[in-house]
């Protein structure tokens, strides 16, 4: 597994700052979703005005560009704003490839008032095949991020599993999923080879799902341990995500003080070796191996 984190961690770096920090602490790579307060990428001059300049930055520090990210979503009843928010989607594809940059996330989106749950997701998933293919020129993998009103993974898997393209793919985010308490021992196996990045976010949740604020993760509620253990299990290789949204919640800590933290935590995590089980249904406490010393 690959370590990274979001540029929402960190929204007063600019560019050049982002990938030094990322290569001086040692993260395997970044999403960027915002820049300097731009949060359409292909508006912003830093990442468009010379895509070869981008590429060397970021291979000059051995770091990835692992993720470009968006905030449209696509459930709007005007054909209009449906339409517009397909053409942002695709400005970002378009740069996503031109960055030779492999992923571009995009929410699945809410329920419009008025409108029924099962038919919008319907409709999502149909729109969703639209970009399939644009992905695929540009040699990038779109991802589809649950949250909205769709934060569990069997609304994520019908979504991607419809699409049933090889440029789409799954994001899973395990912070909206606690909201319906579902825990990474459901949405993990349930995923499976759809997940290609895995969000790492934590917080305070009661035991109806409301949400209470945001934690350092390993000091929340959303089991991010057994997250990367079941991770593991599906021999994952895809990267751990740190996000903070440090923007939206400026009392959060900095980026320079939680980042350390961070990637010292979950390197502990992916490092540690899982103890034996026994096979008996119920029983899963570690068995003490007691095997014969090679002679």
Known sequence: MKIGFTSRVCPEWDLETIVTKAAELE??????????????????????????????????????????????????????????????????????????????????GNVPGGDKRDRTLSRLAAMFESFARRADEHQVTLLIENGGDYPASDDLWFVVDHVAHPAVAACWNPCPAMTRLERPTTSIPRLGRMLKIARVCDGIFDYRGRFGGFKVPGEGD??????????????????????????????????????????????????????????????????????????
């Open 27 to 108: 993260y395997d790579g970044v999403e960027l979703g915002a820049l300097e307060g731009e949060t359409h990428l292909p508006a912003s001059p830093a990442l468009t005005r010379d895509p070869e300049a981008v590429k060397d930055l970021f291979a000059g520090k051995g770091v990835e560009l692992a993720c470009l990210g968006t905030a449209e979503t696509l459930e709007a009843y005007s054909s209009q704003q449906v339409a517009a928010s397909r053409e942002r989607v695709m400005e970002v594809i378009e740069l996503a490839g031109r960055l030779a940059c492999p992923f571009v996330r995009v929410p699945i």
């Open 222 to 295: 959303v089991q991010l341990s057994e997250m990367v253990t079941l991770l593991r299990g599906i021999i994952y290789q895809g990267y751990l995500m740190f996000d903070w949204p440090k923007a939206a919640v400026p009392e959060l800590p900095a980026a320079e003080v939680v980042l350390p933290r961070v990637h010292q935590q979950l390197r502990e995590w992916i490092d540690t070796i899982s103890p034996p089980l026994t096979a008996y249904k119920g029983d899963k406490k570690p068995v003490q191996l007691n095997l014969p010393v090679a002679m």
